[in-house]
């Protein structure tokens, strides 16, 4: 019995607090219109509320749009700032030009002479050795002096000392075949001499070094001073000296080892008509040089020299007067 009891409290306890939840959402219901004027004023209120907390809001919003706005004016600022300063460092900027060490001096298209000598004075020492006959030969010692009027033109004056010696051909004429030859010696001389250089070139010495030189040609008048060599040692009193006009050619060569000193070699032809000694079947009464020399007989004579010399400039440095 006690369990029918129970249950039926429970269904009764059940169908109580269903109808009290159904009686508060009915009397929700119905007091709603009942009350409208609370109501509006309610609305009003709320619309008050409302309207009191979206305002705060908008102005929210504004400050936050503003901000937005400043930030974003701000970041175009800056952006249009950065891209000026990003054009200017462009217009700005400059070339970058790769340095080198090369210089126009450097490029050369035709290198220049390497030796001026216009307007120089060389002083030139020389040997020098006869080279066309054979009884007798002559070794020579000379300086010339040197100005250049242009790089290829040039006037000087030179002058030779020589000292003779017999050959062994000589010698062996004489004892062979019981003969004296007539033979002069070369005493001393000068020249007044007129150059120019038609041939400039240069060439590579053991593809090291480029070595300057050139072919001159040249032409002078001088005198030259000889002596009779007496056939028989005992005429030696008798013997003459001549005064003779000597013109000259030649050719050369220099070869330019700094800007003031070259390496000279020429070969000349000395011109002259010499006197030698009387012939043995000629007058017999000759007791003076000048008889001798009235009765001697004339020859032109070519006196071929081959020199070597070394040549010295002053002033010692040149200076181009055109450009490259």
Known sequence: ???????????????????????????????????????????????????????????????????????????????????????????????????????????????????????????????GITVNDNLIRHYVLGGEINYFLTDVFWV????????????????????????????NEYKYGGALNFGYVPVYGKFALLNRWIVSWEIWASAGIGVTITKVIPRDPANDPYAFQNTDLTPNVGLGSRFFLTDWLTLNFALRDYILPDKFEPKPDGPPNITTPDQAKAEAQSALVNNIVFSVGVGFYLPTKFQYKTPR
Not at 170 to 182: D, I, K, M, Q, V
């Open 1 to 127: 019995m006690k369990r029918p009891a129970i249950s039926l409290l429970v269904c009764v306890a059940l169908c109580g607090w269903a109808a009290t939840s159904h009686a508060k959402k009915g009397g929700g219901k119905a007091a709603a219109p009942a009350s409208s004027d609370s109501t509006t004023d309610d609305t009003a209120a709320q619309g008050g509320d409302a309207a009191g907390s979206d305002q705060p809001a908008a102005q929210d919003n504004q400050a936050a749009g503003s901000k937005d706005a400043a930030a974003s004016s701000e970041s175009l600022d800056s952006d249009e700032t950065q891209a000026g300063k990003v054009e200017e460092d462009v217009g700005t900027q400059k070339p970058t030009v790769k340095t080198s060490t090369l210089s126009w001096k450097d490029i050369l298209v035709v290198p220049r002479k390497q030796f001026l000598k216009g307007g120089r004075f060389e002083f030139e020492p020389f040997v």
């Open 156 to 183: 000087g004056l030179q002058g030779q000392y020589f000292i003779h010696q017999l050959t062994t051909e000589e010698e062996l004429l004489g004892s062979e075949y019981n003969l004296a030859p007539t033979l």
